[in-house]
Every structure is written in structure tokens, then in C-alpha cells.
Nanobody
Framework: QVQLVESGGGLVQAGGSLRLSCVYS??????WGWFRQAPGKEREFVAA????????DYADSVKGRFTISRDDAKNTVHLLMNSLKPEDTAVYYCAVQIKIRVRGDKYDYDYWGQGTQVTVSS
């Protein structure tokens, strides 16, 4: 049974940092991704990392500020978020692909976590 459990969300001031974590279990995956959804908006792609860890992708809105990484020893994928802005406020979701597909497309992910709230105050 696949399980994805996110943690690390919270309230932070603009310019601050947070590190989200997603512990995964149940099987092997080809791609891990982070998405976010703000109130009244569509769920959008944030970042993704390949099974090898050697390939990453980022949304333009977070490039240079966010970093995705994996710790295979702990079955965990992290999203380090620096220089946070109020527009980064959203529920952040961890997701995985079993087979390699389009990383930025939320419909190409097979399993999702429950989400963790990130709130950035101005």
C-alpha cells in the first residue's frame, strides 16, 4: 500500500524559509513531485525529481528559491523553500509517478499525500 505523508508546513514571514518533507512507502517510483493549491485556484506544479536524483524541474515562479531533494536512506523527499513570498501561500502536496510521464502535469501522478499548509505573511 502506497503512503505519502507530508510535514513541515507552517506560518512564516515573507523572506523566511521552510523545509517540507514527504515520507513515502509501498513501492518504487520513477518521479517525485511537489504541487500546491491556493484557495480558489487550480493545483499547480512546483518541482519534481527523478528516481536517480540527477534530474530536477521547477516552476518558473520558484526557480532559484526552492530546492527539491531526496534522501533514499529515509525514504523522504524534501522541498526547501527560501525567500518565501505571500503568493507562495498554499496547501503543498507531495505526489509520485510509477512510470515516467510528464512531470509538470498533475494528471500524470499516481498517488498523492494529504497536503500540508504553508502560509507566508507580508
Amino acid at each position: 500500500q502506497v503512503q505519502l505523508v507530508e510535514s513541515g508546513g507552517g506560518l512564516v514571514q515573507a523572506g523566511g524559509s521552510l523545509r517540507l518533507s514527504c515520507v513515502y512507502s509501498g513501492r518504487t517510483f520513477s518521479t517525485w513531485g511537489w504541487f500546491r493549491q491556493a484557495p480558489g485556484k487550480e493545483r499547480e506544479f512546483v518541482a519534481a525529481i527523478s528516481w536517480s536524483g540527477g534530474s530536477t524541474d521547477y516552476a518558473d515562479s520558484v526557480k532559484g528559491r526552492f530546492t527539491i531533494s531526496r534522501d533514499d536512506a529515509k525514504n523522504t523527499v524534501h522541498l526547501l523553500m527560501n525567500s518565501l513570498k505571500p503568493e507562495d501561500t498554499a496547501v503543498y502536496y507531495c505526489a509520485v509517478q510509477i512510470k515516467i510521464r510528464v512531470r509538470g502535469d498533475k494528471y500524470d501522478y499516481d498517488y498523492w499525500g494529504q497536503g500540508t499548509q504553508v502560509t507566508v505573511s507580508s
